[in-house]
């Protein structure tokens, strides 16, 4: 858009902007300010600007833009320092990590355990089977659940000790 161009326009779209600043209930000095902001934007980008619709749209857009900055800058909420914004019953991070970690090594160490052992110390432990109901389903008298579950059960406590 030329010179000449922007400046036949120039009045209509400042009338334009400070309606829309004003809309948006904005007081008339901060309308016009924004107005002036709008003229100055325009200006500077007059070349790229290829129609009065869309130095008309831009002005619109612009004006919207700088009202919602100034309401931003007006309400702008403080942040009480006594008061703690991180939600205490979440761990911590390097909390978090830990039991992570923690978790992997007992995965590691249960997994090394023979077979039997791991089944036995799993049937009890988490699925709360009776020491029958786990004789019956791996074919081993009741005493022999008793006593490899008792030896799982020394061995994990045995790595827990060393580390």
């Excluded at 997994?111 to 074919?139: H, N, V």
Aim: aromatic share 4%.
């Amino acid at each position: 858009m030329r010179q000449s161009e922007f400046e036949d326009i120039a009045e209509r779209i400042r009338l334009k902007a400070v309606k829309i600043a004003s809309s948006m209930s904005v007081g008339d000095d901060e309308a016009e300010d924004i107005a002036q902001e709008v003229m100055l934007k325009l200006w500077t980008v007059r070349d790229d600007i290829s129609s009065i619709s869309h130095a008309e749209n831009l002005a619109v857009c612009i004006a919207r833009h700088r009202a919602i900055d100034g309401f931003r800058r007006q309400h702008t909420v403080p942040i009480d320092s006594n008061k703690s914004y991180i939600d205490e019953k979440q761990p911590t991070p390097d909390v978090s990590l830990e039991e992570h970690e923690n978790m992997e090594w007992l995965k590691n160490k249960l997994a090394q355990l023979p077979s039997t052992e791991y089944k036995i110390l799993r049937l009890r432990q988490i699925e709360r089977k009776t020491y029958d109901e786990i004789a019956t389903m791996l074919g081993i008298s009741p005493a022999s659940v008793s006593t490899l579950l008792s030896r799982a059960r020394n061995k994990i406590l045995g790595e827990i000790m060393k580390r």
